[in-house]
């Protein structure tokens, strides 16, 4: 994306560097730290300084030969963008995996090098979105938009061929209506699908057009914000703001283009400053999504393009020497500003002084990329002599390649720092096939573990909490001598088969099923687990605060009655403490597991639903018990994930098996003394 010059008949155009300049900047405060919550027009700007751009080179090209070369056309783009972008990806790919977590942030940025080596980016991000995965976690990000521009090059040299071969049958007139006419056909269904989908999804959702999306797991505003189909009508405005400067006549600081050109810097300038107050949900992508402000920023760039030409004001503005060093960096600054800002965030956070840090060292690293690598090599002779298409195929080896070193270095990262890989962190015992046999009353399914033709059964029922407490529960009923079932569905709590919390058509039939297995197995000993302050929370949007907390206490006392009346024994195991933040995603080679979050805190997140079921306990009732395990992860002023350097988590809220098992010992001990042995 080098220095922009309109041919013999035009003077360079200092102005448009200028406007990369701006789009860059931009860019770069939206992503340190919402500086400016509508910089990510930024990109917006770009797609069409490229489309305006790409058109001026293919009309000089066509104008002076008659014809145009596809060929040449693509070798530019590679010999421009590839050599940039891979030592970006290498640099990425090393630098991951020393500072990123081996428990999904390795494996994250291994899938995004191959897609950003083929730039197939925005495929890959379409059925997630642009922030539902940790932006710290995710240092190619970025490349969606590389992608999205990349795939707008593949297309772009197929329909100058074929405009080529029309010039040379039909007249000019002719020629120049055709042309006219598809332009705008393009931009206006391209335009009106994007608006459709972000500002009128549940209308055109049963469209067949758009359902078939929902077989991809893509949402519609998710489609829009990263397909080339709803993106080309940015790329086209670009190409007919080219065909409009071309065509008219600008006389030198003349007012109407001088007023046209202010109308197009003020409606860049009220879209990009005015999405804050469109009160945008900040977790969903429509945060970085919004039809009019996109639509008015497309129009200003294109007023900006066609009339600054001739507009001293844009030269003194836009093409001064610092707007010009910057546009020409822009490219390389783009491409290292993400990586940058997501690893420093990684190992200091992410502040304001860190964002001013972090766009020195991309400034830093654009100038050196493009002046002391990037410029050099495409100019090198014996550079220009290699074939494009190996360059592109050494590109996907080399991503391959780097893929592969991961694949292999992620697992023993993960052991060397933790003990564990990602695989053997999530996967319970109730989540492997059954060894031996197993009991299914509709849909509550359970293997049957440890020694199954024992004479004594121990039970273990609940949601979420259920299966992550299985392993410690297997073991300690083992440990007994007993066999043991565990039914775990998650999101339902185990309560009466009557029960109006939660009471829908997977929940209510998954009760009453359990309570059948209860009457037929009759255990010797049932183990409820629920995670009951989400229920609380659940409740409290329908009920009030106290009236929340009443009726999970009375649901929760009618199935401790039930259950304590039909069976030996009874014991509710309490959720274990609940976490901020899943610490492994954070740890790495360069940093510990030992974060610790203050007991108070951490405590106080149950401690309404616990208190509830400590109150339910009846000392006359020998054979109820309660189990609450926060001791073992707290000490008297914090909490931790980490024991013996051990994850004993797998997210804030859940145990890992190995966690699970941790608990093994207290657990038999506390299920023999309910049985009174």
């Known amino acids: 994306m080098g220095r922009i010059a309109l041919g013999v008949d035009q003077k360079y155009r200092a102005d448009i560097q200028g406007l990369r300049a701006i789009a860059v900047l931009l860019v770069l405060l939206f992503h340190f ?34 014809s145009f070369d596809w060929r040449s056309f693509l070798r530019r783009r590679v010999r421009r963008l590839l050599p940039g972008a891979a030592v970006v990806l290498l640099f990425t790919a090393f630098a991951s995996l020393v500072l990123l977590s081996p428990f999904g942030p390795q494996q994250e940025t291994a899938r995004m090098i191959v897609g950003a080596a083929t730039y197939s980016t925005n495929f890959l991000l379409m059925p997630t979105g642009y922030f ?5 976690s995710n240092p190619l990000l970025h490349f969606w938009s590389l992608a999205v521009e990349e795939q707008f090059y593949l297309v772009w040299p197929i329909a100058a061929v074929a405009f080529v071969a029309l010039m040379k049958k039909v007249s000019r007139d002719t020629f120049r209506l055709i042309v006219l006419l598809a332009l705008i056909g393009v931009l206006l269904f391209s335009a009106t699908t994007y608006y459709l989908l972000l500002e009128h999804t549940s209308s055109v959702a049963q469209l067949p057009l758009f359902s078939s999306l929902q077989n991809f797991e893509v949402s519609l505003e998710n489609f829009a914000f990263y397909s080339p189909v709803t993106r080309s009508w940015e790329f086209i405005a670009g190409v007919i703001s080219f065909l409009i400067f071309r065509k008219i006549k600008i006389r030198a600081n003349d007012f109407w283009s001088y007023f046209s050109w202010v109308v197009g810097a003020i409606s860049v300038l009220f879209a990009v400053f005015s999405v804050a107050q469109l009160s945008l949900p900040t977790d969903n992508l429509g945060a970085t999504s919004h039809a009019l402000p996109t639509f008015m920023c497309v129009l200003g760039t294109s007023s900006l393009l066609i009339f600054g030409g001739q507009i001293s004001l844009a030269r003194l503005g836009l093409g001064n020497v610092v707007m010009l060093k910057l546009g020409d960096w822009s490219y390389s600054m783009y491409l290292w500003h993400w990586p940058i800002w997501a690893f420093i965030g990684r190992l200091w956070g992410q502040s304001g002084y860190l964002a001013i840090v972090t766009t020195v060292l991309t400034v830093l690293s654009g100038w050196a990329q493009h002046s002391l690598f990037e410029n050099p090599i495409r100019l090198n002779r014996m550079w220009k002599r290699i074939p494009s298409l190996g360059l592109v195929a050494s590109m996907v ?49 359970s293997c049957i573990y440890s020694n199954s033709d024992s004479g004594e059964t121990a039970m273990l029922v609940g949601d979420s909490m259920a299966k992550s407490l299985s392993e410690g529960f297997v073991l300690a009923a083992g440990n007994l001598g007993m066999k043991s079932m565990v039914f775990s569905m998650p999101g339902c709590p185990f309560l009466t088969k009557d029960s109006p919390v939660v009471s829908n058509e997977v929940c209510s039939p998954w009760r009453a099923n359990v309570a059948n297995a209860i009457n037929v197995v ?8 629920n995670l009951g302050s989400l229920y609380i929370d659940i409740l409290g949007q329908t009920y009030s605060g106290d009236e929340a907390k009443q009726i999970w206490s009375n649901e929760m006392a009618r199935t401790i009655s039930q259950s304590v009346s039909q069976l030996k024994a009874v014991l509710i195991v309490q959720p274990p403490p609940r976490f901020v933040q899943d610490v492994k995603y954070d740890i790495s080679l360069l940093r510990t597991i030992s974060k610790r979050e203050p007991r108070p805190d951490v405590i106080a997140r149950r401690i309404v639903a616990n208190e509830i079921e400590r109150n339910l306990l009846d000392p006359a009732k020998a054979n109820l018990g309660l189990f609450n395990f926060d001791d073992v992860f707290c000490n008297e002023s914090s909490c931790s994930q980490v024991i013996g350097n051990q994850l004993m988590f797998e997210d804030a809220d859940h145990l890992s098996p190995q966690g699970s098992r941790l608990l093994a010992g207290q657990i038999e001990t506390k299920m023999k003394e309910v049985l009174g042995r």
């Open 397 to 445: 080896t080399a991503s391959v390649v780097l893929v592969a070193i991961h694949a292999w270095l992620t697992p023993n990262i993960a052991m060397h720092i933790a003990g564990r890989t990602l695989g053997e962190s999530a996967l319970h015992v109730i989540e492997k096939p059954c060894e031996g046999e197993s009991i299914s009353v509709g849909n509550a399914n």
């Open 522 to 529: 009759k255990p010797d000993i049932l183990v409820i687990s």
């Open 33 to 66: 730290g919402g500086i400016v919550e509508g910089g990510y027009l930024g990109v917006d700007m770009f797609f069409v300084i490229s489309g305006f751009v790409i058109a001026q080179s293919t009309h000089r090209e066509i104008s002076e030969s008659g």
């Open 132 to 136: 539902s995965i940790d932006s710290a």
